[in-house]
């Protein structure tokens, strides 16, 4: 399905790749501000809260595709639009956090680790002990997961829920009625002088 804006028409493959850039940044975002919340703990609410408001920005997306098309998309036209665009996000999401982790901060992974090992060894529980145990043994023997594989599978989950949201969304943004478009009034519009 392809959508007319004045007169450019862009297809939801289109849609769904710009408005994946956006996400993309919004989602590096909330990694940058989670990441620096280590140092800054106040970001944790920035970053929760620029979460929160990823539903809401791929509502009024896939609204506006329903809209611009006088409300006779498909769901599966408005959620293959919701896929494309938490696909471009995560792209765009996991090439920044590639870069940084690797280049900028690449203890960031280890540190993590050793802050939950002291956390879970402080806890004291025999569970959150043997837990603290076990993250211990895998540092000690080399087993940390790369960095891309960290990333990866970051990016796998943003576009698993991105994908689940999108069909819960594409259902929704159909319930409230789209207004007809207004005819053209003027008599002489169709004429030839």
Not at 59 to 88: D, N, P
């Amino acid at each position: 399905m392809t959508v007319k804006t004045g007169q450019k028409t862009k297809s939801i493959y289109a849609r769904g790749a710009d408005d994946g850039l956006w996400l993309g940044i919004i989602f590096a975002g909330i990694f940058m501000m989670f990441v620096w919340s280590l140092k800054l703990p106040l970001l944790n609410i920035a970053g929760l809260t620029l979460m929160l408001y990823v539903p809401a920005y791929a509502w009024r997306r896939l609204r506006r595709t329903h809209v611009a098309c006088h409300g006779i998309t498909t769901v599966s036209s408005l959620w293959m639009q919701g896929i494309v665009m938490f696909a471009c996000a995560s792209l765009i999401f996991g090439a920044g956090a590639l870069v940084y982790l690797r280049f900028a901060d690449p203890d960031f992974i280890m540190r993590v680790l050793r802050m939950g090992q002291e956390y879970f060894a402080a806890a004291g529980t025999r569970e959150s002990a043997a837990f603290a145990d076990e993250i211990g043994a895998m540092i000690a023997n080399g087993l940390v997961p790369r960095t891309s594989d960290f990333v990866l599978s970051w990016m796998w989950t943003c576009l698993l829920t991105g994908s689940i949201l999108s069909l819960l969304l594409a259902m929704l943004v159909r319930i409230p009625r789209v207004p007809a478009p207004k005819a053209d009034t003027n008599p002489d519009s169709g004429s030839i002088n």
